[in-house]
């Protein structure tokens, strides 16, 4: 029943702008960590950032200065911000939470992943 959904992928020119959305839903009693991550045809899915719940942040080298995430914990959503784009930026970037979701009584914490938005960057 829990879902992430991603919105803001499309197409931008390098040096450009472009920002990724997130929300999950579902039964869901909290919200640890929520991440993006990418991936390129051929290579292997990579962290971008993930963001807690308490605001701490964490990016991968290629992005800091680039690209901020943030989130909204009362929209379970959370946002990346990427500025000055770059080609080698295109990729298929994934929403990640690991999240505590209630069932019939009982709590289930487990990872969650979104099915990808395309992000292409021209040159």
């Known amino acids: 029943q829990v879902q992430l959904v991603e919105s803001g992928g499309g197409l931008v020119q390098a040096g450009g702008s472009l920002r990724l959305s997130c929300a999950a839903s579902g039964r869901i009693s909290s919200i640890n960590t929520m991440g993006w991550y990418r991936q390129a045809p051929g290579k292997q899915r990579e962290l971008v950032a993930d963001i807690t719940s308490g605001g701490n942040t964490n990016y991968a080298d290629s992005m800091k200065g680039r690209f901020t995430i943030s989130r909204d914990n009362a929209k379970n959503t959370v946002y990346l911000q990427m500025n000055s784009l770059k080609p080698e930026d295109t990729a298929v970037y994934y929403c990640?939470?690991?999240?505590?979701?209630?069932?019939?009584?009982?709590?289930?914490?487990?990872?969650?992943w979104g099915q990808g938005t395309q992000v292409t960057v021209s040159s």
């Open positions: 990640n939470a690991d999240l505590t979701r209630y069932s019939g009584g009982g709590s289930y914490t487990d990872v969650y």
